[in-house]
């Protein structure tokens, strides 16, 4: 059980060379990984990318790769001579017209613009730095499959345990349906003995209309879906179903949410209806957790 946010970081040396990645991820609908690279090292990224989609199943995923070259590889400085001999012919000028006396020092000279030029560094030979960088991706990603399975597993338990208050509101729906069905005809022939004042209650109608208001009022599909939806749902959470768990419960919820506001419509008693309500409580709870969900 696996959340989607998570957050790894791994640096791996070798020979002077320094390779530091950084994996971090936030919940989304499907799955979307992007790579930063430096330039130079640009060619690696399609297998990179591979790499984090063989690990991660969905999920929008940020990869940022950091290089550092070893020392015979580091960026160059050139001495420029002809600027510097033009500072000091400029500075010599200044001497001269303003009386100065003192000279510039060497390293002031060196801090000049264009006195000391960078050479750019060759590109690093991929086939050298691959393996260093591919091993930081991999530790990365361990580090962060690690907290999104932390993750994963705190949203499961409390999913879990929102799932069990589900169940025990369906089984207390099903009692009162039982007790509504039972004590219908009484109900009925309370409300239309005023009507009939002293006229005798004609029992065949009143067991037909008895028969038609349990009709409309039996929630029985309904609580054997639910049930249903209620054992998919423990059995997704732990890990039996083979199934991607975020959109399985996705799924669930909609459902479980149809068959508990039929069953509300169904019924309309006001204890059933404070069932109902908090079902829908719990489900809204669920979507929000499942939506963190791998």
Known sequence: ????????????????RRATVEVRSVNARGREVRVRLPSELSALEPEL???????????????????????DEAAALRFNPAAARA????????RRDFG???????????????????????????????????DALDRA??????ARRREGEALAADIAARVDAIAAHVDAIAEASREHAASLAERI??????LLDELPVDEARLAQEVAFAAQRADVTEELVRL???????????????????????????????????????????????????????????IREQAANLE
């Open 1 to 16: 059980m696996r959340s989607m946010t998570g957050f790894g970081r791994a640096a791996v040396e070798r020979e002077g």
């Open 49 to 71: 990318r591979a790499l984090v989609q063989e690990r991660v199943a969905r999920g929008r995923v940020e990869v940022s790769v950091a290089w550092e070259r070893g020392a």
């Open 87 to 94: 500072a000091l012919d400029a500075w010599q000028r200044l």
């Open 100 to 134: 100065l006396d003192d000279m510039p020092q060497a390293a002031a000279v060196l801090r000049l613009p264009g006195v000391l030029e960078p050479v750019q560094a060759e590109a690093p030979a991929l086939d050298a730095v691959r393996p260093l960088i591919v």
């Open 141 to 146: 990603l361990d580090e962060h499959t690690a």
């Open 189 to 194: 022939r309370e409300r239309v003995a005023p």
């Open 227 to 285: 049930e249903a939806h209620v054992a998919r749902a423990r059995t997704v959470l732990a890990g039996e179903g083979g199934e991607e768990v975020g959109r399985t419960l996705e799924f669930l919820v909609q459902e479980m949410r149809r068959e508990a506001t039929t069953i509300g419509s169904k019924l309309g008693r006001p204890d059933t209806d404070e069932r109902t309500l908090a079902i829908k409580a719990e489900l809204e709870k």
